[in-house]
C-alpha cells in the first residue's frame, strides 16, 4: 500500500521523519510512503494537494495536532477525526449563519472514507472536527460555534484534505492528537510536546506495520 503522509509543518512529525531518517523536505519520496509538507490553513493545503495527489495511492493519511472543545479528553489523546467540515463556509444573516447547504452552493462537511481495519485505529476515539482560517479564542465564538456544530476538535487544514480526497476518490484518514483546549486563548495551558510526541508515536507504528 503506498500511502502519502500529509502535514501542514514539518515539525508536527519531526520525529517521525528522524526515526526514518529522512530529510527535512517539502515533498520527498519513500518506497513505502511519501510525505508532503503542504504549509498550514486550507488554501495551502489543497494547493500542495493540487500538485500532488494522484491515483498512485492508495491512502492519504493527514497527521497533525488539534484543539479540543471537550475538556474532558485528556492533552496529547490521539484521536480519528472521521468527519471535518468548513465551519465558516457560508454567510451571515444578521445574528444567524446560512451554511453553504443552505444558500443551495455546495457541502462544507467531509467524510474520511476508507475501509481500513488496521489494529492501531481500534483504540483511537472516532470525532468530529471543524476546519476554520481563524481559530477560536473568544468566550462568545466558541460557545456559538460549539452550539451551532458541536465539534469535538479544530484544526486548520483537515476538511480540505478530506475534500480533495473525496474529489480524487482515494481513501484518507485524519489522525490528530490534542494540544490544547479551545478556550480563550492561553498559550501557557498548550502542551504541544507531548501531542507531537504521541502522534508521532502512533504515526510511526502505523506505517511500519501497514
Not at 468566550?139 to 486548520?156: A, G, W, Y
Amino acid at each position: 500500500m503506498k500511502i502519502l503522509l500529509v502535514a501542514a509543518t514539518s515539525a508536527e512529525i519531526s520525529i517521525l521523519t528522524d526515526h526514518f531518517k529522512l530529510r527535512d523536505a517539502a515533498f520527498q519520496q519513500t518506497e513505502k510512503f511519501d510525505i508532503l509538507i503542504t504549509g498550514v490553513g486550507m488554501t495551502a493545503t489543497a494547493f500542495a494537494l493540487g500538485k500532488h495527489l494522484s491515483g498512485i495511492y492508495n491512502l492519504v493519511l493527514n497527521l497533525g495536532i488539534a484543539g479540543s472543545f471537550d475538556p474532558t479528553i485528556p492533552l496529547g489523546t490521539v484521536l480519528n477525526i472521521v468527519t471535518d467540515e468548513f465551519s465558516e463556509l457560508g454567510a451571515e444573516d444578521k445574528d444567524a449563519f446560512l451554511s453553504i447547504e443552505t444558500l443551495g452552493f455546495g457541502k462544507s462537511s467531509y467524510r474520511a472514507h476508507n475501509n481500513l481495519l488496521h489494529s492501531s485505529l481500534s483504540g483511537l476515539s472516532k470525532v468530529k472536527g471543524i476546519t476554520v482560517n481563524t481559530v477560536h479564542g473568544t468566550q462568545h465564538s466558541i460557545d456559538d460555534i460549539k452550539n451551532r456544530l458541536k465539534p469535538v476538535t479544530e484544526s486548520m487544514e483537515g476538511a480540505a484534505v478530506l475534500y480533495c480526497c473525496e474529489n480524487e476518490g482515494i481513501p484518507c484518514l485524519q489522525i490528530r492528537s490534542i494540544s490544547n483546549y479551545v478556550e480563550p486563548r492561553n498559550k501557557e495551558s498548550w502542551k504541544i510536546g507531548p501531542a507531537i510526541k504521541n502522534l508521532n508515536e502512533w504515526a510511526i507504528g502505523f506505517l511500519t506495520n501497514s
